[in-house]
């Protein structure tokens, strides 16, 4: 199978390469968001490097998350093979309105509701609203997509993972609207200490990533302090965010212990008790990844293990 759907591409001209791995966390955690289907660096890594550096380090399985129909199923077709990953599959807000001006949102979102029925399909997302890249005019069809999201998620049971980009109150709107699914999750939490606090109230979960760590995101370390330590998840949304200070290299699921070390400090939380809180969280949301995948074995391309 294709070890990558997409290229990111060196950034700035400049041959990026992937850090050194942290010390590693002193219990397994999970990387709730990535995007394994993207290569980049300079020598990119195969989805079993990934999945084996993470382990090394205390990483001890990932969600990989589709933003349209090609992605969605490359994930949830890696997920099935390899007992490492969980997948999450949708159409990203800003697919919404070029398929729906092409007339094939409504095939799209089938495909999903397809994809949404395999075992190691454990989250709709990612999905929302998106502001930032989609103006006034493709707003009807980003709402249209997201709501039909919604329902794909509670019809199978499934947890949410949202994409909410300068679009906080209109996500919030839609989710009490139509309701909410159990696990409902902010990926990427973007808010502040308002925004955390409102979810926390409705059950909903808050994901940070490596821009928690950055200095301009008070804000986002405000929405930590008042959270509920069991809504709180990590992630990577690699190749994306790398944690500081290693911003302007690559992101991978290995880096999340620069990430949970950064919360635990912010939190003033014993790293031990942070890393057994957040894995209790994640599988709470998503399941286990114990199920076994097609044939048990995880993933051989040829390639030996970083």
């Not at 007339?103 to 998106?130: F, K």
């Not at 760590?213 to 790398?242: G, H, Q």
């Not at 057994?276 to 076994?292: F, I, K, L, P």
Request: glycine share 8%.
């Amino acid at each position: 199978m294709t070890e990558h759907l997409r290229t990111r591409g060196d950034r700035d001209g400049r041959a990026a390469e992937y850090p050194p791995a942290p010390e590693p966390l002193p219990l397994p955690v999970f990387d709730n968001h990535t995007h394994l289907e993207i290569a980049d660096s300079a020598l990119p890594l195969s989805v079993a490097e990934h999945l084996d550096r993470a382990a090394s380090v205390g990483v001890a399985g990932a969600v990989q998350v589709g933003t349209d129909v090609a992605t969605s199923r490359w994930s949830a077709e890696m997920a099935a093979r390899e007992p490492r990953l969980l997948a999450a599959v949708a159409l990203h807000p800003n697919e919404a309105p070029v398929l729906d001006a092409a007339g094939e949102l409504a095939d799209a979102l089938s495909v999903i509701d397809e994809l949404a029925a395999q075992p190691r399909v454990r989250a709709i997302g990612e999905t929302g609203l998106d502001y930032f890249r989609t103006g006034d005019d493709g707003r009807a069809a980003q709402f249209r997509s997201f709501e039909a999201h919604i329902d794909i998620a509670k019809r199978h049971g499934l947890a949410l993972q949202i994409h909410d980009r300068d679009a906080h109150d209109d996500v919030v709107a839609t989710l009490r609207r139509v309701g909410a699914p159990e696990g409902t999750v902010f990926h990427c939490f973007s808010g502040g200490e308002e925004l955390a606090a409102l979810a926390a109230d409705e059950g909903w979960y808050c994901s940070f990533a490596g821009n928690v760590t950055f200095k301009n995101a008070e804000n986002l370390r405000d929405a930590l302090r008042v959270l509920p330590r069991d809504r709180i998840l990590v992630e990577t949304d690699a190749p994306y965010l790398t944690p500081a200070p290693l911003r302007g290299r690559p992101n991978a699921p290995y880096l999340v212990p620069h990430t949970v070390r950064f919360i635990s400090e912010v939190l003033g939380m014993p790293l031990d008790e942070l890393c057994a809180q957040v894995a209790s969280n994640t599988v709470r949301v998503y399941g286990s990844w114990q199920d076994e995948a097609v044939g048990g074995e995880r993933i051989d391309d040829g390639r030996e293990g970083a």
